[in-house]
T-cell receptor
Framework: DAGVTQSPTHLIKTRGQQVTLRCSPKSGHDTVSWYQQALGQGPQFIFQYYEEEERQRGNFPDRFSGHQFPNYSSELNVNALLLGDSALYLC?????????????FGPGTRLTVT | AQSVTQLDSQVPVFEEAPVELRCNYSSSVSVYLFWYVQYPNQGLQLLLKYLSGSTLVKGINGFEAEFNKSQTSFHLRKPSVHISDTAEYFCAVKKKSSGDKLTFGTGTRLAVRP
């Protein structure tokens, strides 16, 4: 059983560009959450998708947007990149209906903005 | 809103010694509590969780944690650490009432020395 997968592993972009990160959830999971982890910090919640809709959102600007597909995979898009967007972006999947309250994390995408 | 404080940014310890990583939280509503571990260049792995019941919970790799409601703490312990326990440890909370959003602390770097 494959766990949560993310692509790409690493990415280097220039300020002002746009980026798309991808996530495939663990088999059987229907909910995907995205987190940003800056260097030396704990992960910060960006948003969560369920049934192809954004269900919750953290304190991130509209430059951060997402999408969930019918197969539950998800994309995170960031427009007009800033140097401060450099971070590890983590995807987590879950199945809230199971009642375990567990989230399974992928290995992350390391984004560097120059 | 919830917040999590991890009082120690770094904890150096010798191999086979006991260790305690401290976590305090603040929340106006009831929460679930989690400890995650992050090995270098990897995503987060769930160590253990407290949902209800016994306040002493046991997790993987010999770790355990005790929930103390009066002190709003959820400290992580291991009686004898191994070199392979060297990693970043994150305490996190989630509101019982709704959603899957995790709020993380800033992490504690456990450095096990031979």
């Amino acid at each position: 059983d494959a766990g949560v997968t993310q692509s790409p592993t690493h990415l280097i972009k220039t300020r002002g560009q746009q980026v798309t990160l991808r996530c495939s959830p663990k088999s059987g999971h229907d909910t995907v959450s995205w987190y940003q982890q800056a260097l030396g910090q704990g992960p910060q919640f960006i948003f969560q998708y369920y049934e192809e809709e954004e269900r919750q959102r953290g304190n991130f600007p509209d430059r951060f947007s997402g999408h969930q597909f019918p197969n539950y995979s998800s994309e995170l898009n960031v427009n007009a990149l800033l140097l401060g967007d450099s971070a590890l972006y983590l995807c987590a999947s879950s199945m809230p209906g199971q009642g375990t309250h567990e989230q399974y994390f992928g290995p992350g995408t390391r984004l560097t903005v120059t | 809103a919830q917040s999590v404080t991890q009082l120690d940014s770094q904890v150096p310890v010798f191999e086979e010694a006991p260790v305690e990583l401290r976590c305090n939280y603040s929340s106006s509503v009831s929460v679930y509590l989690f400890w995650y571990v992050q090995y270098p260049n990897q995503g987060l792995q769930l160590l253990l969780k407290y949902l209800s019941g016994s306040t002493l919970v046991k997790g993987i790799n010999g770790f355990e944690a005790e929930f103390n409601k009066s002190q709003t703490s959820f400290h992580l312990r291991k009686p004898s650490v191994h070199i392979s326990d060297t990693a970043e440890y994150f305490c996190a909370v989630k509101k019982k009432s709704s959603g899957d959003k995790l709020t993380f602390g800033t992490g504690t770097r456990l450095a096990v020395r031979p």
